[in-house]
């Protein structure tokens, strides 16, 4: 009887000394993949922070790659810039990051001086565009120093984006007026042909961007009446809108 009660409880030790072990190697395991996981994250930033070889042109194509869905961070504008790798895990990180890297800090852009505007403009405008993808069709150097690029921005009108436009929608008195007009947008592709002018310095750093998209015309070929265009362009549909009185 002795003798099984001891054997069972050598048997119990070592089921349990094969169970931490079990436990152990888990343990390392999950460590490792998460070591692996930070240094692809490590290795990702560095690639796209920082060109191998830094030319003007391939400054411009980088920036359209990392920007082509828009700029949607969670942490605010201003701590991605003032950011260590603790913000690494943000949507909006190594766009940052990118961002940074290669314009002068009193970069100016349509919405005023500074890397915070140029970048609370990008989430501005990604915020009520939220399905836009722009294509980047061609890149042509300009005039001394600059680089233009030429693109297109496509984006479906949504449910969400008309009634942030026109908030007077959910309102039963002044509804009716929009209602008109938001029937003739919602789920309506539009396709704007716009185009940047980057302007760079000695070491190929942007020191400005002049953006500009021709939103006219694809909306006159779905409303035709002018002021139902106007009520647009004043609103935030208008990619304009959140820089329209900046630089």
């Not at 920007?67 to 690494?88: E, K, M, Y």
């Not at 984006?161 to 209602?179: I, N, Q, V």
């Not at 939103?215 to 362009?233: F, K, T």
Request: charged share 25%; with cysteine; aromatic share 8%.
């Amino acid at each position: 009887m002795l003798h099984r009660l001891r054997r069972r409880r050598t048997q119990q030790r070592y089921r349990m000394k094969i169970q931490n072990k079990a436990v152990s190697l888990e343990d390392e395991v999950v460590q490792l993949r998460e070591e692996v996981e930070r240094l692809e994250k490590k290795r990702y930033t560095i690639h796209s922070t920082v060109p191998t070889k830094i030319t003007a042109l391939k400054v411009v194509v980088e920036y359209f790659r990392l920007f082509q869905n828009g700029f949607h961070p969670v942490a605010s504008v201003s701590d991605l810039c003032n950011a260590t790798t603790a913000l690494r895990d943000d949507p909006g990180y190594v766009q940052t990051q990118f961002f940074q890297a290669v314009t002068v800090p009193d970069v100016l852009f349509n919405a005023g001086y500074g890397v915070e505007a140029a970048l609370e403009d990008w989430r501005l405008v990604s915020l009520y565009h939220a399905n836009q993808t722009i294509n980047l069709e061609r890149v042509e150097r300009g005039v001394g120093n600059t680089v233009v690029a030429y693109m297109n921005g496509v984006f479906t009108i949504t449910e969400m984006m008309l009634h942030s436009a026109f908030p007077d929608l959910e309102s039963d008195s002044e509804g009716r007026k929009w209602l008109g007009l938001a029937e003739k947008l919602l789920d309506k592709q539009f396709v704007v042909p716009s185009m940047v002018c980057y302007q760079f310095d000695e070491a190929n750093r942007v020191v400005s961007g002049r953006y500009e998209a021709n939103m006219l015309a694809p909306l006159l070929e779905l409303l035709p009446s002018a002021e139902d265009v106007s009520l647009v362009l004043s609103s935030p549909i208008n990619i304009h809108h959140w820089s329209k009185d900046g630089g």
